[in-house]
């Protein structure tokens, strides 16, 4: 009790934090999208080039399928807040933002940028603290449920495929996995701030997020390797969410490729598919950074507004 008291009281401290609109404004933002462009060309450094764009389909289809799942989290997130906050359209950019932030620099700290974003806008959003942290743990819930349901529906294939590792390690992996999911529901009362009917469509929400991610991501495996057995795109969906589960790690496609080549071998097929994804999806974000930079630039009020 003593324990949960403590994390309440960091809870209000932190929610009363105040941060200086001309401070974000002029240093802070600027700084992020700075430190957000470093990171993405940091890690482009690793990529082959050459052999990515060898690999490149052109077909309309890939890259339409491609932008749906790469705008579709920041889209899906953008409903929810609609919802909570009646968040207006150009609500959108610091949820790109946000979502840069977690996967280039370090995970979570989108969610520190989109709380002192939305603190900036009290006109428009009330008791911002409760909402982002409610959505944030509402997320990691619903993808750790989702993960555990694919390792069991995985599982015959794994001790199948004979990849190196024995059951004790993806066992492991599943019981951090429930006890994250068991935490969430044992403290519920304390850690939930929003009604249950508006918790109820945030992890609907999150949870078709989560299967529309899977389904497009399986459709562009299969556009570029439709030769590929359903077992490998099975067993790579359930490692990616494994990856995807894990705390404070920037560019997780990027480990997820190094993850996938370990297991089934760097020449392979499946292992440059892999690669290619996880290399085109680090180009969007330096993409989509550069376009907020350039928005900064260009309006700064506009841009934070």
């Known amino acids: 009790?003593?324990?949960?008291?403590?994390?309440?009281?960091?809870?209000?401290?932190?929610?009363?934090?105040?941060?200086?609109?001309?401070?974000?404004?002029?240093?802070?933002?600027?700084?992020?999208?700075?430190?957000?462009?470093?990171?993405?060309?940091?890690?482009?450094?690793?990529?082959?080039?050459?052999r990515l764009l060898r690999m490149t389909p052109v077909s309309p289809l890939?890259?339409?399928?491609?932008?749906?799942?790469?705008?579709?989290?920041?889209?899906?997130?953008?409903?929810?807040?609609?919802?909570?906050?009646?968040?207006?359209?150009?609500?959108?950019?610091?949820?790109?933002?946000?979502?840069?932030?977690?996967?280039?620099?370090?995970?979570?700290?989108?969610e520190v940028y989109f709380y002192s974003w939305a603190r900036r806008h009290a006109a428009l959003v009330a008791a911002p603290f409760g909402a982002v942290k409610d959505v944030a743990i509402l997320s990691a819930a619903v993808a750790n449920v989702c993960t555990l349901v694919l390792v069991a529906a995985c599982?015959?294939?794994?001790?199948?495929?004979?990849?190196?590792?024995?059951?004790?390690l993806i066992t492991g992996s599943a019981a951090i996995v429930t006890l994250g999911s068991l935490a969430t529901m044992l403290f519920r009362r304390f850690l939930f701030s929003l009604p249950r009917r508006e918790l109820a469509f945030i992890a609907l929400v999150h949870l078709v997020r989560i299967v529309a991610s899977l389904v497009l991501t399986?459709?562009?495996?299969?556009?570029?390797?439709?030769?590929?057995?359903?077992?490998?795109w099975l067993l790579l969906a359930t490692l990616r969410m494994l990856v995807s589960r894990l705390p404070l790690i920037p560019n997780k496609d990027l480990v997820f490729a190094g993850l996938a080549a370990f297991?089934?071998?760097?020449?392979?097929?499946?292992?440059?598919?892999?690669?290619?994804?996880?290399?085109?999806?680090?180009?969007?974000?330096?993409?989509?950074?550069?376009?907020?930079?350039?928005?900064?630039?260009?309006?700064?009020?506009?841009a934070q507004a």
Do not use: C
């Open 218 to 232: 399986a459709i562009l495996w299969a556009l570029i390797l439709p030769s590929a057995p359903l077992t490998w």
């Open 263 to 302: 297991l089934v071998g760097h020449e392979t097929d499946v292992t440059s598919l892999v690669s290619l994804i996880a290399g085109l999806t680090l180009a969007a974000h330096l993409a989509v950074a550069a376009g907020l930079g350039a928005l900064d630039l260009a309006a700064p009020d506009e």
């Open 1 to 50: 009790m003593e324990a949960l008291t403590v994390v309440q009281k960091t809870t209000l401290d932190f929610e009363r934090m105040e941060l200086s609109p001309g401070f974000v404004r002029r240093w802070l933002v600027p700084a992020l999208s700075l430190a957000i462009l470093a990171g993405a060309l940091i890690q482009l450094r690793s990529l082959e080039y050459h």
């Open 155 to 168: 599982w015959p294939l794994l001790r199948g495929l004979h990849l190196g590792f024995d059951g004790a």
């Open 62 to 110: 890939f890259w339409t399928v491609f932008l749906l799942g790469y705008f579709f989290a920041p889209a899906s997130e953008w409903v929810i807040f609609r919802r909570l906050w009646d968040l207006p359209a150009r609500g959108i950019v610091p949820l790109l933002r946000k979502r840069l932030s977690n996967e280039v620099l370090l995970g979570y700290s989108g």
